[in-house]
């Protein structure tokens, strides 16, 4: 699987949009793109994935470069509760044979501030 | 409906004890992973299952580690000889198929071994 590259840190004031970006330069045709996130003390949190079109769900949006080689989680309207750890994880479409073992990077803290 | 529960929540252990961590994953779920978090790291895979297929074990850290899950239902990760490296929060996962993209995570156990 691709490894990914993130920022360390990130800060964002309640209210605006946080946009989180991964760099994914390795990245095959046919890996995706997934993002976790894990609040303090609590497990990981499915997020959205793509492949290469952009997505949106009821939680953030996905875009992903023409090349496929980077790609930003957008949380529209960041809250308190959104403060968190953001992992971007580049793996292989799951067959039966392969598992799905998730290959999780140190990941961006999002801290959203009042 | 419950998510993927795991107990004990928190367990305190003398180095060379053997401790035995239990997850109860969603039902119906076929695929069920453990993972290992250390203090300021990411996720670690350690094993997967998937219904009576063989499990893939590339991550078990070294022979002291196991696992074993009965059918489609709970599973057990076992410690023999503790080290103080492997204090760390271990955390479940499960998905309806192996195949599938979202895994629920469990709350973890708080593994310290003194």
């Known amino acids: 699987d691709a490894k990914t590259t993130q920022p360390t840190s990130m800060d964002c004031a309640e209210g605006r949009a946080a946009n989180l970006p991964c760099n994914h330069s390795?990245?095959?045709?046919?890996?995706?793109v997934y993002w976790y996130r894990q609040i303090h003390s609590q497990g990981p949190q499915y997020i959205i994935h793509?492949?290469?079109n952009n997505e949106t769900n009821e939680m953030a949006s996905l875009i992903i470069t023409e090349d496929r080689k980077s790609s930003t989680l957008i949380l529209p309207h960041a809250t308190l509760r959104d403060t968190a750890v953001y992992y971007c994880?580049?793996?292989?479409?799951?067959?039966?044979?392969?598992?799905?073992?998730?290959?999780f990077g140190q990941g961006t803290e999002l801290s959203v501030k009042p | 409906g419950a998510g993927v529960s795991q107990s004990p929540s928190n367990k305190v252990t003398e180095k060379g004890k053997d401790v035995e961590l239990r997850c109860d994953p969603i039902?119906?779920?076929?695929?069920l992973y453990w993972y290992r978090q250390r203090l300021g790291q990411g996720l670690e895979f350690l094993i997967y299952?998937?219904?009576?297929?063989?499990?893939?074990k590339s991550g078990l850290p070294s022979d002291r580690f196991s696992a074993e899950r009965t059918g489609e239902s709970v599973s057990t990760l076992t410690i023999q000889r503790t080290q103080q490296e492997d204090s760390a929060v271990y955390l479940c996962a499960s998905s309806p198929r192996p195949y599938q993209e979202t895994q629920y995570f469990g709350p973890g156990t708080r593994l310290l071994v003194l």
């Open positions: 793509g492949l290469k």
């Open positions: 390795t990245i095959s045709g046919n890996e995706y």
């Open positions: 994880i580049v793996r292989v479409a799951q067959s039966y044979n392969q598992g799905g073992k998730l290959i």
């Open positions: 039902s119906g779920h076929t695929a």
């Open positions: 299952f998937q219904g009576n297929s063989a499990p893939d």
